[in-house]
């Protein structure tokens, strides 16, 4: 399943990838201005600060990739027939009943892995994975936080190492492509750096991710669901 799923979020990230980086963009626009602002307001060069801009740091990126997974789910649904009818307007349209949940799931999944992490680390990385398709529960299938924290886990168990595959090598690739976008920006003072250079990075980056998260769920939702509904 991980090299269909490869191949099928390059495929769609090639083919519709204006429209995706649109939708990121404004997604991660919104985050990280919020977030450049309070790094200004901030003394980082204290060890206090400098812990807190981490932590905020933390929480501006697993809300804006689980708000960005949310908006594009159902792009990614409408994408995979050849055609993409679903305009920003419409994913944005649509996701937006859901970012109460979204945010709220993602800041508990984010303090779950971060213990784990701090206690063990192995924990931590097991709760990634586990909770790693939380966003096209709550879109697409209408559950709370704690429904869909439970509807992930039951979803990715049978096929954890797949889907920590797919994070790794989407990680790895991801963060070689940011540093990349980022290094462009590095010049400019912190606020632009942040605004316009980690938001680009973001876009480009996390859409990618966003696809292939969506496109396990799909799978996994319809391998498991069928199995279920065959018995």
Known sequence: ???????????????????????????????????????????????????????????????????????????????????????IGDAFARARPFIGTLILASLLAGLGILGGLILLIVPGIILAVRWSLVAPSVVLEHRGVKESLGRSNGLVRGDAWTVFALIII?????????????????????????????????????TFSAIAITLVFLRLREQKDGAASAH
């Open 1 to 87: 399943m991980l090299g269909a799923v490869l191949d099928e979020t390059w495929t769609l990230y090639t083919r519709f990838f204006v429209r995706f980086f649109a939708i990121a963009l404004i997604v991660f626009a919104i985050v990280n201005v919020l977030f450049a602002l309070f790094l200004e307001a901030v003394d980082r060069d204290s060890a206090g600060g400098a812990v807190l801009a981490g932590l905020v740091a933390l929480a501006v990126t697993l809300v804006g990739s689980m708000w960005l997974t949310g908006a594009l789910v159902h792009t990614v649904v409408d994408a995979r027939d050849g055609t993409l009818g679903t305009t």
């Open 170 to 206: 989407t990680g790895v690739l991801g963060g070689i492509a940011g540093s990349l976008l980022q290094a462009a920006f590095s010049a400019f003072p912190p606020f632009v750096e942040v605004a316009l250079g980690q938001t680009t990075a973001n876009a480009v980056v996390q």
